[in-house]
C-alpha cells in the first residue's frame, strides 16, 4: 500500500485513531493507519510495560508474511532478519517417532515482534502509552474518529458493549499453560505422556536459535486429578519439565506469569458499534493448536487499514472490513474447532498404530488433506498407505471393505436421499434410472432413500415403502438392474418410520409443513409435535402400537430379503419414529419405554433384533443415529457412544452416523465433513465400523478421513445429485483404473478426462535490453 489520505474523517481533516491493546494487531493497525496518512494523530494504550508479553514464540504463514511485504517492507525486512525456519514435524507416540516433512513453518519470539512493532510505531509517530489503562472505550468514542478494540481474549470493550456485539463465548474442556525452553527444537514437536492421572500433551516449536515454546495440555479432569490445581507457577513449570524430561532432553522450563488456561472461543455477532471496531482475539479466538491467533490478528489489521483506505466513508469501511474478514475467520475457527476437539479425544486414538495416529493428527483441522500431505511428504504418505493396505498405485477409497459375506469393491457409498416421487410407495421409473445411474457410477453401495413400513410411516405422500407387494417387485427391478449392469455394485435399503414427521409436503413445496388436505394421523414415542402450532400432535404409541410397529418392519423387512437388497439400515436418526424414542427431548414416557438411555434404546433395540431375526445371516445390518440433537438437553456425542454400544452388541455391523434433525430448534455447527468428529469417536472407541456423512465433498477428504481411521465408508449425497459418476470421476482424476473402480462396457471410452484447450504459453527465453 502506497501512503495516501484515507476519506473516513471530515472533509480536510485526518483521522484521529485510539487504539486500544499494544499487542501485535494493534500495534499493527495503528502503524500501517499511520503509513497511509502520516497526518493521523493515533494513540495505542497498553496496560502493562513494553516488555510484558503474554506467550514466547509466535508462528506466522507464507500468506501472511506476504501481505506485510506488500503493505510495509520496512517491518517485513526486520520481521526476515528474525525468522527461524524448519520444515519437519515430529510427532512422537508410545516410544515411535514419526516424522513428516515439507510443512514451512517461520516464527520469531513475540517479545522481539513487539520491539519491532513499537520502533516503526514511533518511527511513524504514533504515540505509545503503556502503563496505561486505556479510558472507556465509549469515552474515546466521543473524542476520536475510530476507536479500534484490540483488547485481547477478556475485551473489556467487547464486555462493556456486549449488547452491540452480541458476543458466544465457549470455554472448552482442556486446561494449557505456556511456557519455554532454552533450546531449539529441531521441529515442530507433538509428544504425548501418558501418566496415572490420564494423558497429556506437549506442543513445541522453536522461536529463535536457543529457545522454543513449550505448551503443555490436559483434559480438566486429568489436571485436576494430576494436583496442578494445587501447583504454584514453578510447582507447575518443574513438574511439566519432569513429565516431558525426554522431549525437552532433560533442560529446564521457564515461565512468564504462567497460568493454566481454559481456552475460550470467541465469536461476536457484531465487529463494530458506531465508530468502535473489534480487532483480534477481542473479535474472534481460534485454538492455538493451529497457530492463527497472532496470525488472524494481523491480517485483520491488513484489512481494517485497507478498506479505511478504499472506502469513502468510515462506517462503510468497518463494514466491509467486517464482510472480508468475518469468512475467512470462521473457516479458520472451524478448522481450529476441529483440531481443539481432537485434542480433547486424545485418549480415544491413542490405540491406532503409529503412523496412523500421525497422520490422524496431523489431518485433525481438515485443512491438511491426504493429497495435501502427498504433495509435502510423499514418502510419509506412501507408509500410511501401505501400512492401511493399500496396493501399489492404488487410493485408499479403492481398497475393498467388508461387512460379513458382503465385500464392497471400494469404499464410497450414495446415501440415502429422499426423491419424493413414488405414487402409492412404488419406486417408478425414476427411481430405477437416479439408482442405477449411481449404481453405474462406481460406488461401492448404493442406498435407497429412506424406504417407509407403512403408508401411515410415510413422510410425504411421494415417499417410497415397502409394505406391499407391487412396491416388492418394483424394487426387485431396480436391484435386479444394479446387479447386472453394475457388477460389484452393492445396493442397501433403508427401512424407517416417519413418527412424527411424517404427513408433510413435498420438499419442494414446504419441507416440514402439513399437508393442505389428506393428512394421515401420527403416531410417536409421545404426544409432541414437531413444530407447535403447525404440525399435528402425534398419538403416543401403547402396547398394541408398539406391536404394530415392530410387525410393520419385521414384513418390510422380510420383503427386502426377497427383493435381493445385499444390506439392510435401520433409519433411528434425524427425529424420525425410532429416533424420537431415543432423544429424550422427544420421549417424555413414563414406562419402561422412557426415562434413561436405556429404556429409550428399549424400543429401537426390539425393532432390531425383530429384523435380525428375518434378514439373512450373511447379509450386513448397519443403524443410521443422530449423534447429537445440537440442542440443550439433548442427545449428545457421549449418549452418541453408548447408543452405538448397544445397537453392536445386538448384531449390527457398522454405525451410520448423521446427527440432529430431531428438533426443529436445533443449533447444528455447519463446516465440512462437519458430522465426521462423531464418527471418529464413535468408531475408535468401540471398535465398530463406521459411515462417516456430512458435508464429505471431495476424493482427497474421503481419502483423508479412512487413512485416519476416523471411518471405514464415506456417504457422500449432494455430491452423487451434482455428478452421478462422482466416484469414477474420482478415479479418473487420481489416474487410478482398477479393480476399485471398474468403468461400464460401454462407457469405458470415456474413463478418461475430456482433453481441453492449451492454457500454457511459451516461456521467455532472451531478454532485450
Aim: hydrophobic share 40%; charged share 20%; with cysteine.
Amino acid at each position: 500500500m502506497s501512503p495516501r489520505p484515507g476519506p473516513a474523517g471530515p472533509p480536510g481533516s485526518s483521522l484521529r485513531v485510539a487504539v486500544i491493546g499494544g499487542g501485535p494487531g494493534g500495534l499493527y493497525a495503528a502503524a500501517l493507519l499511520k503509513r497511509l496518512d502520516p497526518a493521523r494523530e493515533i494513540t495505542v494504550w497498553e496496560r502493562n510495560a513494553a516488555d510484558d508479553t503474554f506467550g514466547f514464540g509466535v508462528v506466522l504463514s507464507d500468506e501472511t508474511l506476504g501481505g506485510i511485504e506488500h503493505a510495509d517492507p520496512v517491518i517485513y525486512r526486520a520481521l526476515q532478519d528474525e525468522f527461524v525456519r524448519w520444515d519437519d514435524i515430529d510427532i512422537v507416540h508410545r516410544g515411535h517417532t514419526l516424522t513428516s516433512g515439507g510443512h514451512g513453518f517461520a516464527a520469531l519470539g513475540r517479545r522481539r515482534l513487539l520491539e519491532i512493532l513499537h520502533e516503526r510505531c514511533t518511527d511513524l509517530g504514533v504515540r505509545l502509552r503503556f502503563r496505561s489503562p486505556a479510558p472507556p472505550a465509549a469515552e474515546l468514542a466521543a473524542t476520536h474518529d475510530l476507536v479500534i478494540a484490540a483488547d485481547g481474549v477478556n475485551s473489556l470493550t467487547r464486555e462493556a458493549h456486549a449488547d452491540a456485539f452480541a458476543p458466544h463465548i465457549t470455554t472448552h474442556r482442556c486446561r494449557y499453560i505456556w511456557l519455554a525452553a532454552d533450546f531449539a527444537f529441531d521441529a515442530f514437536r507433538f509428544e504425548i505422556a501418558e501418566t496415572e492421572h490420564g494423558v497429556m500433551q506437549l506442543h513445541g516449536y522453536p522461536f529463535s536459535s536457543d529457545a522454543s515454546t513449550v505448551i503443555v495440555e490436559m483434559r480438566e479432569e486429568v489436571w485436576q486429578a494430576a494436583g496442578f490445581d494445587d501447583c504454584d507457577e514453578q510447582e507447575s513449570i518443574d513438574r511439566c519439565a519432569k513429565i516431558f524430561a525426554d522431549a525437552l532432553d532433560g533442560h529446564p522450563l521457564s515461565g512468564n506469569n504462567s497460568t493454566w488456561i481454559a481456552f475460550r472461543t470467541v465469536v461476536n455477532d457484531r465487529w463494530s458499534h458506531g465508530n468502535t471496531v473489534l480487532l483480534g482475539d477481542a473479535a474472534h479466538t481460534a485454538h492455538f493448536s493451529i497457530g492463527s491467533g497472532t496470525k488472524l490478528a494481523v491480517e485483520d489489521a491488513l484489512a481494517l487499514a485497507a478498506c479505511i483506505d478504499e472506502q469513502p466513508t468510515l462506517q462503510s469501511a468497518l463494514a466491509a472490513y467486517e464482510s472480508e474478514r468475518r469468512p475467512v475467520v470462521e473457516s479458520t475457527q472451524r478448522a481450529a474447532a476441529a483440531s481443539l476437539r481432537w485434542f480433547e479425544e486424545l485418549a480415544n486414538v491413542l490405540d491406532q498404530p503409529p503412523r496412523q495416529f500421525a497422520f490422524n493428527l496431523l489431518t485433525r483441522s481438515r485443512r491438511v488433506t491426504h493429497d495435501n500431505l502427498r504433495l509435502r511428504d510423499r514418502a510419509f504418505t506412501d507408509a500410511v498407505e501401505h501400512d492401511f493396505g493399500c496396493r501399489p498405485g492404488t487410493p485408499p477409497m479403492f481398497t475393498p471393505f467388508r461387512l460379513r459375506g458382503l465385500e464392497l469393491r471400494n469404499r464410497v457409498v450414495v446415501s440415502p436421499m429422499d426423491m419424493y416421487s413414488a405414487v402409492d410407495g412404488v419406486p417408478g421409473d425414476f427411481h430405477l434410472v437416479h439408482l442405477g445411474a449411481r449404481a453405474l457410477g462406481g460406488a461401492g453401495l448404493v442406498m435407497t432413500e429412506m424406504v417407509c413400513v407403512s403408508a401411515e410411516g410415510r413422510i410425504t405422500p411421494g415417499c417410497t415403502g415397502l409394505y406391499t407387494p407391487q412396491q416388492a417387485a418394483a424394487w426387485s427391478r431396480i436391484t435386479d438392474f444394479v446387479h447386472s449392469q453394475s457388477p460389484g455394485t452393492a445396493i442397501g435399503v433403508q427401512l424407517g418410520h416417519s413418527g412424527r414427521k411424517g404427513s408433510t409436503r413435498l420438499m419442494w413445496e414446504g419441507i416440514d409443513e402439513p399437508l393442505p388436505d389428506g393428512n394421515w394421523p401420527l403416531v410417536a414415542a409421545s404426544p409432541l409435535p414437531y413444530k407447535p402450532g403447525v404440525n399435528q400432535v402425534p398419538q403416543a404409541l401403547d402396547s398394541t402400537g408398539l406391536a404394530e410397529i415392530r410387525e410393520q418392519f419385521a414384513a418390510a423387512t422380510w420383503r427386502a430379503a426377497r427383493s435381493g437388497f445385499d444390506l439392510l439400515e435401520l433409519h433411528c436418526a434425524h427425529g424420525y419414529l425410532l429416533s424420537g424414542f431415543l432423544s429424550p427431548l422427544t420421549n417424555r414416557r413414563t414406562d419402561a419405554y422412557g426415562g434413561s438411555l436405556e429404556n429409550r434404546l428399549r424400543f429401537p433395540l426390539e425393532v432390531f433384533d425383530t429384523m435380525r431375526g428375518i434378514w439373512p445371516d450373511d447379509r450386513p445390518m448397519t443403524v443410521r443415529i443422530s449423534a447429537t440433537d445440537w440442542a440443550q438437553g439433548g442427545n449428545t456425542a457421549d449418549d452418541a457412544v453408548e447408543i452405538a454400544r448397544a445397537f453392536a452388541a445386538h448384531g449390527a455391523d457398522a454405525i451410520d452416523v448423521s446427527t440432529g434433525q430431531v428438533v426443529a430448534d436445533e443449533q447444528p455447527e455447519y463446516g465440512r465433513s462437519y458430522q465426521t468428529p462423531y464418527a471418529d469417536r464413535i468408531r475408535n472407541t468401540i471398535g465398530i465400523p463406521v459411515v462417516a456423512v456430512g458435508a464429505i465433498s471431495s476424493w482427497d477428504d474421503v481419502n483423508s478421513l479412512l487413512l485416519a481411521g476416523r471411518a471405514d465408508l464415506c456417504a457422500l449425497a449432494r455430491p452423487h445429485l451434482y455428478d452421478p459418476h462422482w466416484t469414477l470421476h474420482a478415479a479418473a482424476e487420481q489416474e487410478y483404473a482398477g479393480e476399485g473402480a471398474v468403468w461400464p462396457e460401454p462407457y469405458r471410452a470415456g474413463s478418461r478426462r475430456p482433453p481441453t484447450g492449451r492454457t500454457d504459453a511459451p516461456k521467455p527465453r532472451l531478454t532485450l535490453r
